[in-house]
């Protein structure tokens, strides 16, 4: 595995969501402030295919630049404000999810054995 | 905006993200090791809807529990081998785009007020 690639297609991925997210943000400030402007961005923004955050701006940027700009700055924003804390909990998240997973199957396993005296369990000594 | 939901939100994001990279990984090792192997993995994980990675993985440790486990082992080396980079990355991707975006917008402006500074009337008029 290409680390360097897996970490850069990460990126990308990460940045993409959190363009979702500023949109977002941006639309429940002006459902509240200028409601057909809200319409608006949200009939834009489900036409366009929010999986690549720099596409969905691009068009955005040709339809209303205002809302672009802010949206860009809004997760210009969110990225300082989130990103710091997100190693610990996402390293946090997976290794959890992990050992509850282990759990689970041994559990179901073990429930298997009981039912099923002569099915084999591996690592039951966990 | 509140900060903890989105910082949770993109925690998941990155987590089913990591898990579909893991899932790529094992899969380019199994093509070498064991073909008929990769070729029911690639078949399952089509199958599966990988947004969310803990239903792919409860989802495979119901079918084969040694995959799952080493997908699961995977994704945790990957998390340790590549999170600490990433805030610095993603925030670095995401102010060179804004500023991108930010460039070609304004050239695609000064564009428009040389090529067109009489068009529009005369769209207007027809």
Chains 1, 2 share one sequence.
Do not use: C
């Not at 210009?76 to 199957?105: A, C, G, T, Y």
Request: aromatic content about 4%; hydrophobic content about 40%.
């Amino acid at each position: 595995m290409d680390r360097k690639q897996v970490a850069k297609a990460t990126t990308k991925v990460i940045s993409s969501y959190l363009t979702y997210q500023a949109m977002q943000s941006v639309l429940s400030e002006l459902t509240e402030m200028n409601p057909p402007l809200a319409l608006w961005l949200r009939g834009f923004s489900g036409q366009q295919i929010l999986q690549d955050g720099e596409v969905y701006l691009q068009a955005l940027l040709a339809q209303n630049q205002e809302l672009a700009f802010r949206i860009m700055t809004v997760r210009e924003h969110l990225v300082e404000d989130i990103m710091e804390d997100l190693p610990e909990m996402v390293l946090h998240d997976i290794k959890l999810k992990n050992s509850q997973h282990r759990k689970q199957q041994l559990e179901r396993l073990s429930q298997l054995s009981i039912t099923e005296p002569t099915s084999q369990i591996e690592s039951a000594s966990e």
